[in-house]
């Protein structure tokens, strides 16, 4: 869209150099972490506070300028796409931790502010904050997302960690969406409302977050399995069982050969599932002893320890950078990363039904997740020149979130959706999403946050995006 030039105008007086017409600039704040097709903004702006944000999408809604809320760029399902031009708003530079609260286990913070910041700045005081996606994501981000990842099994996701958030909505008012207690029976639950939300309904500006003490040991145990449904159903026997696992973390044998290769780890090139402890050292002895027997008796062909911290960090860097891995095994390649979750008794049958509609192609596609939790991904390795492999990818997904959503799961446990997922929500959610459509009706009637995403406008957007059929732009 063109931008009106009052409020071009407008938002210069608030941000003066602060907003960016480079085309840089604009290129980059349209591209993430995945496929889907960069759709730049027409400005990008860097507010410093909550009055600016406020002050930005009050002079937005006088114009209905579609506004963008953005983290660091690592989503991976279209989030941050500016299908209708617009305002992207980067967050990056609200990036201080307003106060730490050791007696309370809590901590407020703005929402540039990075996951391993946070850490930092908690390591002096003996506090961590566990969510853990794996990229270096910013807090506000990972709020909209509803981010979740390697530690969920044991600590939650962004639902379970965020006590309240500061918020301003699409006409420019500023929310807070709870107090700080634990919990409280007064009114509708906002704070869930907006996490998860993906800056459909509002901009996150400050956040108040669980914390956790840092434990007393760590140690994580490696298992080796000649076959993958062995491996699936060890994890769904110790989460069964009531063990309290820190981490479950599956990668496939090709991934493991791809982890190899990249970082000199030299497991056995099999299916394994990468264990973490947390506790006592009495507990966490015990707890890798019972899980180490259990997983001898699902058949592990080894089961190795890593106790000390140098080694761990090893294991889990390599975890974290399997997507780079699992892409230098096809040089030029590019990632289609999806993700589904089911409940964890069906875990097994549906890795092992979509592996099956894998191998019926011939497209690389290694598998890890989070399986703790009934959550896994698939990276199918694509050449960008070649339709077909786009086609045979986006078909298998299909297959896959079907199946899921079949089982009583979703079509997604932590990658949101963005415009890349909207064509699985109303089977997913059937009359519900048009209870979500009138609460984004509500909150944002002239539809300017971050439009085109998560209701039923998006499905005709993705389908325009992707070049599938003519649609009318949302919003």
Same mark, same amino acid.
């Given at each position: 869209?063109?931008?009106?030039?009052?409020?071009?105008?407008?938002?210069?007086?608030?941000?003066?150099?602060?907003?960016?017409?480079?085309?840089?600039?604009?290129?980059?704040?349209?591209?993430?972490?995945?496929?889907?097709?960069?759709?730049?903004?027409?400005?990008?702006?860097?507010?410093?506070?909550?009055?600016?944000?406020?002050?930005?999408?009050?002079?937005?809604?006088?114009?209905?300028?579609? !506004?963008?809320?953005?983290?660091?760029?690592?989503?991976?399902?279209?989030?941050?796409?500016? !299908?209708?031009?617009?305002?992207?708003?980067?967050?990056?530079?609200?990036?201080?931790?307003?106060?730490?609260?050791? #007696?309370?286990?809590?901590?407020?913070?703005?929402?540039?502010?990075?996951?391993?910041?946070?850490?930092?700045?908690?390591?002096?005081?003996?506090?961590?904050? @566990?969510?853990? @996606?794996?990229?270096?994501?910013?807090?506000?981000?990972?709020?909209?997302?509803?981010?979740?990842?390697?530690?969920?099994?044991?600590?939650? &996701?962004?639902?379970?960690?965020?006590?309240?958030?500061?918020?301003?909505?699409?006409?420019?008012?500023?929310?807070?969406?709870?107090?700080?207690?634990?919990?409280?029976?007064?009114?509708?639950?906002?704070?869930?409302?907006?996490?998860?939300?993906?800056?459909?309904?509002?901009?996150?500006?400050?956040?108040?977050?669980?914390?956790?003490?840092?434990?007393?040991?760590? &140690? #994580?145990? +490696?298992?080796?399995? @000649? #076959?993958?449904?062995?491996?699936?159903?060890?994890?769904?026997?110790?989460?069964?069982?009531? +063990?309290?696992?820190?981490?479950?973390?599956?990668?496939?044998?090709?991934? %493991?050969?791809?982890?190899?290769?990249?970082?000199?780890?030299?497991?056995?090139?099999?299916?394994?599932?990468?264990?973490?402890?947390?506790?006592?050292?009495?507990?966490?002895?015990?707890?890798?002893?019972?899980?180490?027997?259990?997983?001898?008796?699902?058949?592990?062909?080894?089961?190795?320890?890593?106790?000390?911290?140098?080694?761990?960090?090893?294991?889990?860097?390599?975890?974290?950078?399997?997507?780079?891995?699992?892409?230098?095994?096809?040089?030029?390649?590019?990632?289609?990363?999806?993700?589904?979750?089911?409940?964890?008794?069906?875990?097994?049958?549906?890795?092992?039904?979509?592996?099956?509609?894998?191998?019926?192609?011939?497209?690389?596609? @290694? %598998?890890?997740?989070?399986?703790?939790?009934?959550?896994?991904?698939?990276?199918?390795?694509?050449?960008?020149?070649?339709?077909?492999?786009?086609?045979?990818?986006?078909?298998?997904?299909?297959?896959?979130?079907?199946?899921?959503?079949?089982?009583?799961?979703?079509?997604?446990?932590?990658?949101?959706?963005?415009?890349?997922?909207?064509?699985?929500?109303? #089977?997913?959610?059937?009359?519900?999403?048009?209870?979500?459509?009138?609460?984004?009706?509500?909150?944002?009637?002239?539809?300017?946050?971050?439009?085109?995403?998560?209701?039923?406008?998006?499905?005709?957007?993705?389908?325009?995006?992707?070049?599938?059929?003519?649609?009318?732009?949302?919003?």
């Amino acid at each position: 869209m063109s931008i009106d030039a009052a409020t071009t105008s407008e938002l210069r007086a608030i941000l003066g150099a602060r907003l960016s017409f480079n085309e840089g600039d604009r290129a980059a704040h349209g591209r993430e972490e995945s496929y889907h097709r960069t759709l730049s903004p027409d400005m990008v702006g860097y507010p410093e506070s909550t009055a600016e944000v406020a002050a930005i999408i009050r002079a937005c809604a006088r114009t209905a300028t579609p !506004v963008i809320p953005y983290g660091t760029g690592t989503s991976l399902e279209g989030h941050i796409a500016a !299908v209708n031009g617009g305002l992207c708003l980067d967050t990056s530079r609200m990036n201080r931790v307003t106060e730490i609260r050791p #007696a309370d286990l809590d901590v407020t913070v703005q929402p540039g502010v990075t996951r391993e910041a946070l850490n930092k700045a908690l390591a002096g005081h003996g506090l961590f904050f @566990p969510v853990d @996606p794996g990229a270096d994501a910013s807090l506000g981000g990972m709020a909209a997302t509803r981010a979740s990842g390697t530690t969920t099994v044991r600590y939650g &996701s962004m639902r379970e960690n965020v006590l309240n958030m500061e918020v301003v909505l699409a006409d420019g008012r500023v929310i807070r969406t709870a107090s700080r207690a634990r919990k409280s029976s007064a009114g509708y639950d906002l704070t869930r409302l907006f996490v998860g939300s993906e800056g459909t309904l509002g901009v996150i500006t400050e956040l108040t977050l669980r914390v956790h003490g840092l434990p007393e040991a760590m &140690s #994580a145990a +490696v298992c080796s399995f @000649p #076959a993958l449904e062995q491996a699936v159903l060890c994890v769904a026997s110790v989460i069964q069982l009531g +063990v309290p696992v820190a981490r479950a973390e599956l990668l496939d044998e090709i991934y %493991i050969d791809a982890v190899n290769r990249r970082s000199g780890l030299g497991l056995k090139t099999m299916s394994t599932i990468l264990f973490e402890f947390h506790g006592s050292e009495g507990s966490v002895k015990h707890d890798a002893e019972e899980v180490a027997a259990l997983a001898r008796d699902f058949g592990a062909a080894s089961v190795e320890s890593a106790t000390t911290q140098q080694d761990r960090n090893r294991l889990w860097r390599a975890r974290h950078e399997a997507y780079y891995a699992g892409l230098a095994l096809r040089p030029g390649s590019k990632g289609l990363v999806t993700d589904v979750c089911v409940p964890i008794s069906s875990l097994a049958r549906c890795i092992a039904e979509t592996r099956a509609d894998i191998e019926k192609t011939d497209l690389i596609a @290694p %598998i890890l997740g989070h399986v703790g939790d009934g959550n896994f991904h698939v990276c199918f390795l694509l050449d960008p020149a070649r339709a077909d492999e786009l086609e045979q990818a986006q078909a298998v997904n299909r297959r896959m979130v079907a199946r899921a959503i079949e089982m009583g799961g979703t079509c997604s446990g932590e990658h949101g959706v963005g415009y890349g997922k909207a064509e699985f929500l109303a #089977a997913e959610h059937g009359e519900a999403l048009n209870v979500m459509a009138a609460l984004k009706k509500t909150l944002d009637p002239q539809g300017i946050m971050n439009p085109g995403k998560m209701t039923d406008a998006a499905l005709d957007l993705a389908h325009h995006v992707r070049g599938e059929r003519p649609a009318e732009p949302a919003g």
